[in-house]
């Protein structure tokens, strides 16, 4: 029954490292995001896409990039991982154009330790 | 630029008793939505409750219920017969009602909600 798949739930990297989180939903959803947790800051946008190659800029994009290729995968990228970067990572799909909805239904989360 | 705030970082209840999350928001829009999102401890956030702006009644969902104060601009989450699931990071959030596929979801900080037995 899971919907919203993050490949990793727990990651410990290098700084300087590249990294990859991954997140697959099955729901068809036009809408995917990336968002940051943080204790006493609760989530922050990082990136959205609402279509196939189509991004934009959240609230906390740098340091960041994003990839979808494809409808169902959106990824997020660490070009070169920093220490401030240790943190909850959350995916988060949802319909479009549907008035009222933007539910979002979020994946399980990636927590990112960078050492 | 539209903000929440929840003003609880932690609460606390007794099994079976009941509790009210509070939630505030700055908006000038008029036309939106509200939200309370659930984290349990190492699970997904799910969906608890949500509220359209242009609709006065209260939404409610078995033992959930918002008492939404437009003018006030507050959006408080009560919890009913609490039960040890209950246990959880509460977020509120909010959203903007027009504007298409692009609008986003801001998050309040969080209330860690902690149910006694």
């Known amino acids: 029954d899971v919907k919203v798949t993050q490949s990793s739930r727990y990651l410990v990297k290098r700084t300087g490292e590249k990294v990859f989180l991954e997140c697959v939903q099955d729901?068809?959803?036009?809408?995917m995001f990336w968002y940051r947790q943080d204790p006493g800051l609760g989530l922050r946008l990082i990136y959205f896409s609402y279509d196939v190659k189509m991004k934009e800029k959240g609230d906390i994009p740098e340091g960041y990039s994003v990839s979808r290729e494809k409808k169902e995968r959106f990824s997020l990228i660490l070009e070169s991982a920093s220490t401030n970067q240790t943190s909850m990572y959350l995916c988060a799909s949802s319909l479009w154009g549907v008035p009222g909805a933007n539910v979002l239904t979020f994946g399980a989360g990636s927590r990112l330790t960078v050492l | 630029a539209q903000t929440v705030t929840q003003s609880q970082p932690e609460m606390s209840v007794q099994e079976a008793e009941t509790v009210t999350l509070s939630c505030t928001y700055d908006?000038?829009?008029?036309?939106?939505?509200l939200f309370w999102y659930k984290q349990p401890p190492s699970r997904q956030m799910i969906l608890v409750i949500r509220q359209e702006a242009y609709k006065q009644q209260n939404a409610t969902e078995n033992r959930f219920s918002v008492n939404f104060q437009k003018a006030a601009k507050s959006f408080s989450l009560k919890i009913s017969d609490s039960q040890l699931g209950d246990a959880a990071m509460y977020f509120c959030a909010y959203r903007r009602g027009y504007g298409g596929a692009t609008n986003k979801l801001i998050f309040g900080t969080g209330t860690l909600l902690a149910v006694q037995p």
């Open positions: 729901m068809d959803h036009e809408n």
């Open positions: 908006t000038s829009e008029s036309d939106y939505y």
